[in-house]
């Protein structure tokens, strides 16, 4: 009984499409609530509380048929869970039935109903039962602490007190406003975010997929650890696509991770290179799944100029986990991929160069200022009709059918956590919460700026344990940006600065999501996992901090300025390479590797006095002590690792 107990309180339920009438049930929700996105991207027009209450009203049903209330195998949903799910769609439909009272009467002064409170309560309290079900305690302990000092706060001495609020005023501002759960996150899951999974979904079944692992191999598959640097390269374009680290490394890793286990490289570092390369995609243009949307919103600044910003340090994120991979190979003695299997380049982009248009169409798309819905039903669109060009990989209306089941199934655990940010965000605005959280940061760190960034970044990592990218991002968006800002930093770069370590949190320890999901394809320990996956993402921890000063790093300043910050910058991410893994052609002692890392950190600072007189001492150390050293493999040997193929 007590186990019982445990498990219904503390664990995450199983997740499994149903079967029979239940599964045509699901079929035909997930068409009609894609079609009516669609639309909606396209050329439909509708307040954002309406249609947010409409999909909401859809998804959430859903997650209920396809998510179980414990972890026991069961196919089929139990009476609970038809009776939540059916009351869940009765509350919100009622909402959209009398819609047009809702969006006219006036906060505060228009009193509910017993029956609105009711259809309150019963949304209310199914988004906390799906986010236990879907995301696990953690998240939930958070939002029943915040509704508990939403309740019971005005009876706290002091600073952390607010005034008393009745359970009318609480519900109204949760459930009848775009305050709470039907708020600006979920109108980004509803918009941005389901229809451009929907593209990567899209993209994936015209054959897009295998053509990015095609051109990834015959890229580096030559390369020494031609299969890690695969997986590194594979990952991250799928993973700016899905912008889930945990789908990424289900998706790529379960092909990868086996791969570089077989030859050679051992478990917990196979999932720890999938893991740290499937969690830079949430911050690699164009796409960056939904977090970059969810920033627009919350800041204003434009998406197409969010990914201009974030792609110099993208880059060089992905260049730290490239370069760690090599030298970590090179010390293995990890040869590349035989020519004999490894596609050709030129044939390979011959045979594929148009899966590059509906990505070229969409970036157009937003640079001339179109909503990143429109956008993306362009994008979807474009792939379409290129699915076409060649027989096998043409969409089929029941390839259609698939994609969309596929990605209902996939976006519901997501709508789950934006209602449950919304959530958070009402509490905070009803208690005045932000303003008492800034007041604690500055207690922490005496207002100043650096131990303030340290502070955030540490927030943002515990908030992100266990916990999806986005809702992660709401929630320090909310707390911790008007600290940050209050500062006098920049809003780009506050933002930009959580975004990254919101990102990284899915991969550190002790609960790292996306390590626990490499950790489980690699049958390895997850906290090791973790570490290794930390270690890899290294100068993800450090560029942060150095863009929040130095906005070059952010493509912002003269072409000049940019170039000499982007060129000094990959040689510190090398040199920071080469002392995490203590190898540089040889086996580094631990002066070294110190040395190394204060070059690194010297490089990467954009000052160009400081990177001259680095570059200078970094070039005699290397001549001196590595030069004449013969490196125990090379670039371009070859050995007998096999392709890497999905």
Not at 189 to 215: E, N, P, V
Not at 545 to 553: C, E, I, K, N, R
Request: aromatic residues 14%; hydrophobic residues 50%.
């Amino acid at each position: 009984m007590r186990s019982s107990l445990f498990n219904f309180l503390f664990r995450e339920g199983h997740r499994e499409l149903p079967t029979g009438i239940y599964y045509y049930i699901f079929i035909t929700f997930a068409l009609v609530i894609s079609a009516f996105t669609l639309w909606l991207g396209g050329i439909g027009n509708m307040s954002p509380y309406h249609y947010s209450v409409i999909f909401v009203g859809f998804i959430l049903p859903l997650a209920f048929l396809t998510t179980r209330g414990t972890k026991k195998i069961r196919k089929n949903p139990s009476a609970f869970d038809l009776t939540s799910a059916f009351l869940f769609f009765l509350a919100c439909m009622y909402i959209v039935w009398n819609m047009d009272y809702f969006l006219t009467r006036v906060s505060g002064l228009d009193s509910l109903s017993a029956l609105q409170m009711i259809a309150g309560l019963i949304i209310l309290i199914g988004v906390l039962e799906l986010c236990r079900r879907t995301l696990g305690f953690g998240l939930t302990s958070i939002l029943v602490i915040g509704l508990l000092y939403a309740y019971v706060g005005h009876v706290l001495p002091g600073r952390f007190g607010h005034r008393e609020l009745s359970n009318e005023r609480i519900l109204e501002e949760l459930i009848f406003t775009t305050n709470g759960v039907f708020g600006a996150p979920v109108q980004v899951a509803a918009t941005y975010a389901f229809l451009f999974i929907t593209f990567g979904y899209f993209f994936k079944k015209s054959g897009a997929g295998q053509f990015i692992i095609d051109f990834c191999a015959a890229l580096v598959g030559r390369r020494v650890g031609g299969l890690a640097k695969v997986s590194v390269t594979t990952s991250a374009a799928f993973g700016s696509i899905s912008g889930s680290p945990t789908a990424d490394v289900a998706a790529t890793g379960s092909i990868t991770i086996p791969n570089m286990k077989a030859k050679g490289y051992q478990p917990e570092y196979a999932a720890a290179v999938e893991a740290s390369a499937s969690s830079g995609g949430t911050i690699l243009p164009p796409i960056m799944g939904s977090v970059a949307f969810l920033m627009a919103e919350f800041t204003g600044i434009s998406y197409f100029e969010i990914i201009v910003a974030s792609l110099l340090s993208a880059i060089l994120y992905y260049l730290g986990v490239y370069f760690q991979v090599h030298f970590r190979s090179v010390k293995l003695g990890m040869v590349g991929m035989p020519k004999s299997e490894i596609p050709n380049l030129f044939k390979t982009i011959r045979a594929g160069y148009f899966y590059a248009f509906p990505v070229i169409i969409l970036v157009w798309a937003m640079e001339q200022g179109y909503t990143p819905s429109l956008a993306a039903t362009y994008g979807i669109i474009a792939t379409f009709l290129i699915s076409f060009i060649k027989k096998t990989t043409r969409i089929s209306f029941r390839d259609i059918k698939e994609i969309f089941t596929d990605v209902v199934y996939h976006i519901a655990p997501l709508t789950v956590a934006t209602a449950a940010a919304g959530i958070i965000i009402g509490v905070i605005n009803l208690t005045g919460l932000a303003g008492k959280f800034t007041s604690l940061i500055f207690t922490v760190t005496g207002e100043a700026i650096f131990l303030s960034l340290i502070v955030g970044a540490f927030i943002c990592i515990i908030l992100g344990m266990g916990m999806p990218t986005p809702s992660a991002y709401v929630l320090v968006a909310t707390l911790v940006a008007p600290a940050l800002l209050q500062l006098g930093l920049p809003l780009l770069q506050t933002h930009l600065f959580l975004l990254f370590f919101c990102a990284l949190s899915a991969i550190t320890p002790p609960v790292g999501v996306a390590s626990f999901t490499a950790a489980g394809i690699a049958n390895a320990n997850p906290l090791t996992v973790g570490v290794q996956a930390t270690k890899l993402a290294s100068v993800g921890f450090i560029l942060p901090f150095m863009f929040v000063y130095h906005p070059s790093l952010l493509m912002q300043g003269s072409v000049w300025q940019i170039s000499i910050t982007a060129l000094t910058a990959v040689v510190g991410v090398y040199a920071l390479a080469a002392s995490m893994e203590g190898y540089l052609r040889v086996k580094l002692k631990w002066v070294e590797r110190a040395f190394l890392f204060l070059v690194a950190l010297s490089m990467i600072y954009p000052n160009l006095i400081l990177n001259l007189i680095t570059a200078a001492i970094f070039v005699l150390y290397i001549f001196r002590y590595h030069w004449k050293v013969p490196a125990s493999f090379t670039e371009e040997k070859v050995g007998t690792e096999q392709p890497n193929t999905l």
